[in-house]
Structures are given as structure tokens and as C-alpha cells.
Nanobody, 122 residues
Framework: VQLVESGGGLVQAGGSLRLSCAHS????????MGWFRQAPGKDREYVAV????????FYADSVKGRFTISRDNAKNTVYLQMNSLKPEDTATYYC????????????????WGPGTLVTVSS
């Protein structure tokens, strides 16, 4: 299981960032993929999920209309375009395979990449 996130940084509120997640094709190309985030002192939460072919996408209410998840299976990469960023979006962002859990999604595998830190200043 190989996952490497990148693209995080410091941005002002209202700004944009694009995160990338490079993954090992053998494990992840045929499964749903998701972005998750963990803010300091809080549990990791689901942000967005795309089906294996990118045909359907799902978002947490807190990011709906602002974030867009996509994937390029030819490049073994999943993206998260984040617009209109808010200070409450500050967190370390991770990608992983995803599965349904109640009304949302959770990680399919227990191994995580290093994540990428997003800091939004007010």
C-alpha cells in the first residue's frame, strides 16, 4: 500500500489549493478513493470520495460546493481542488481507498500516507 499526498501549504481565507495523491496502481486503481482530513485535537473525517472510474463523487456537507475530487487512473493520481478555503479547513489531508460507513465514508485500508498540511489563515 503506497500513498503519497502533496500540494498543501499556507493560504489566506478565500484562496485555493490543489492537492494530489499518488498511489500504487495495483491496489487503488479499481476501488473508490477518498480524501480525509484531521485537524489538531480532532478525529480524522471524511471530506470527499470518487468511485473507481471517477463517474460519481460524494462530499461532506462542510465542503460541498467548494471542493472537487477527481482522479486520473492513467497517472495513478487522485486530486482535490479546494476553493474558497476557510480557516476551519486547516488540517492534515490524507487520501485512502474508501468504503461506505453509515451516511458517510471511511477508509478501506488502515495504512496511511504522510499526509499534506493545509493551513488557512484568516
Amino acid at each position: 500500500v503506497q500513498l503519497v499526498e502533496s500540494g498543501g501549504g499556507l493560504v489566506q481565507a478565500g484562496g485555493s489549493l490543489r492537492l494530489s495523491c499518488a498511489h500504487s496502481a495495483r491496489t487503488f486503481s479499481s476501488v473508490a478513493m477518498g480524501w480525509f482530513r484531521q485537524a489538531p485535537g480532532k478525529d480524522r473525517e471524511y471530506v470527499a470520495v470518487t468511485t473507481w472510474d471517477g463517474g460519481s463523487t460524494f462530499y461532506a456537507d462542510s465542503v460541498k460546493g467548494r471542493f472537487t475530487i477527481s482522479r486520473d487512473n492513467a497517472k495513478n493520481t487522485v486530486y482535490l481542488q479546494m476553493n474558497s478555503l476557510k480557516p476551519e479547513d486547516t488540517a492534515t489531508y490524507y487520501c485512502n481507498a474508501a468504503k461506505r460507513s453509515g451516511l458517510g465514508y471511511t477508509n478501506l485500508f488502515n495504512t496511511w500516507g504522510p499526509g499534506t498540511l493545509v493551513t488557512v489563515s484568516s
